[in-house]
């Protein structure tokens, strides 16, 4: 790990270099868990600042180093996609990182730079294989240069990060890396046990088996035999699961995977979810070092659903791909693992539970973002930090002709869209565009009445406030409550051009007219009335949504003005 000391700073600064160039490669993340997290750390060793102008990479990725001046003891950090780097790692950055062209290779790269004059200071040709380390090769690590001021063209000057910043995920991996951090780096030869990249798998009680692989790090040429064993939290062995295989064997220099392997039982009683973590142990009993730590979610599948989760839009383009949900009650932690989601592809009917979401708390009355990409949402939105909840899920993909699902405990709860129909060229369609449901409730069956059509190539645009017809941002209906007892309200003409009438069976107390940005156009707080009308003659053409207040509860209705 990475020993960041005055005394360590202090001898560096004592070191003659000795003829050795100031800037050194201290860190390389060449496959990074998801997508576009690769970055180059470089760092001046020497006691005076070092001009960047001129230098470049030529081999393995491209860049042209800025004229800057790089200060004594400091480091440089270059990137894939700077700008996924600088929202993930804002915690770590003392500036900008700037973007390279190209990528680097998984299997090894040779990196090469070279200074102003075309001289080449850094030549380093780095690979996944022993003598190599293996596990920055996209487990979550990156690898990163033991001692500056030795070769570093040599693997044995190469280890793995194991500095695990807390709040670094990405798509459900943990990541083990510090860019603009640099010292020394214990590479004292160890054996670690590392588990697959995603920390948290979802299975249901009704799976038939459990295979996790588990990979080891040594650079020494033996044998090792280790067990693995589940934390005893909320599953019981023999009740719960049963164990199938758990004496894992290493060969003498073998990267392959060995698997710990369970079966889930079906016990038939509504336990809500059960969480287990995985230990490895030697033979003797020691608990052994084991990194990104899995979390197993088994989740009841006995019992009726709650519908605390409903759907209630739907976006698409080539900038991001979401769905908005309100949650109707409180979802306490853990409880949102028993929801999923689901994509019925080209009309081909339902796959079933394709992504799981995770352990996060939201309260009652809360709408938020589901994405495939929440660092690209936020900026096609221009939400804040902050400002709306956002949760990213794993290779979430969907085309705007594709019907959305929801389940809950494996059991489907809300739909979107038709499963057996291909939506291209149907009232439906949100390519580019985007969907929006106008009455609150969960349905197992699509109702095309009951959601608002933005139209294709509606949000075909960089940001949503430059779009022809921008998704509404707010989440409609407001009511939390299934609007069960509402009594029956309509309002006529619809389509208008200048007046709408609103009658009900009960006294009306509110009337609310917001256009599909929620922007109020028209709101009356003090009526109690049977009968109302309102001008709308000044207001532009377009789609409405009116909400009507009464003692049984709030109601929606979608209204078009010509």
Known sequence: ??????????????????GQQALVMTEIMYNSPGEDLEFLEFYNISDSPLNLDGYSIIEGVLYAFPDTVLAPQTAFVVASDSCKFNVVYRSFLNSPVEEWTGTLNNGGERIVVTDANQNTIIDVTYNDVSPWPNLPDGFGPSLILCDPFSDMTQPEN???????PNEILSEGARIFADPNVVGNVDCTETTDFWLSNNNINHYFESSDTIEIPIY?????????????????????????????????????????????????????????????????????????????????????????????????GVLENSEVKALELIVKSDLEIGELSNFSLGAANNGNGSDGTEHHLNFDFIPAGECFFIANDTIRLKKFMGFEDGEVSLLEVDNFNFNGNDAIELFEKNQLIDVFGFQNEDGEGTVWEYTDGWAKKIQAGNSTTFDLDNWNYGGVASIDAEQNDSATNPYPLECLPTSVEEVLNVSEIHIFPNPTS???????????????ITDVMGRVIFQNKHLQTKSSTVDLSAAQAGVYFLRCLNANGEVSLRLVVE
């Open 1 to 18: 790990m990475k020993i960041l000391t005055s005394l360590i700073l202090s001898l560096f600064l004592m070191t003659t270099l000795s």
């Open 498 to 512: 200048r007046q709408v009438t609103i009658e009900a069976e009960d006294l009306i107390e509110e009337i609310r």
């Open 216 to 312: 080891r790090q040594s650079l020494s040429m033996q044998t090792d035999t280790v067990i693995a064993r589940l934390t005893s939290v909320l599953l019981s062995e023999g009740l719960d699961y049963e164990v199938l295989s758990d004496t894992l064997t290493f060969a003498p220099g073998q990267s392959s995977p060995e698997f710990f392997v369970i079966r889930l039982l079906d016990d038939m009683a509504s336990e809500g979810f059960e969480v287990e973590f995985l230990d490895i142990y030697s033979t003797d009993g020691t608990l052994l070092n084991l990194f990104a730590v899995t979390t197993i979610v088994v989740i009841d599948n006995d019992g009726p659903p709650t519908n605390k989760l409903e759907l209630r």
């Open 158 to 164: 190469w280890g793995t990060n194991t500095f695990l």
